[in-house]
């Protein structure tokens, strides 16, 4: 219980929404890199 009352209480903090955007950077450019990857895998082979 106090696991998810320290985690509610830390995503209420703005450092929550700025590691959060850097989350979904990561991922939005993770998928990226894995399209062009298969769209030059496509191409090539």
């Known amino acids: ?3 998810i009352y ?3 209480n ?3 903090t703005d450092k ?3 590691d959060l955007m850097d989350y979904i950077r990561a991922a ?3 998928g990226a890199v ?3 990857v298969r769209v030059l895998a496509d ?3």
């Open 28 to 30: 939005v450019i993770i």
């Open 43 to 45: 191409i090539l082979l």
């Open 6 to 8: 320290a985690l509610w």
């Open 34 to 36: 894995m399209a062009m």
């Open 16 to 18: 929550a929404r700025y």
């Open 10 to 12: 830390y995503l209420k």
């Open 1 to 3: 219980m106090g696991y």
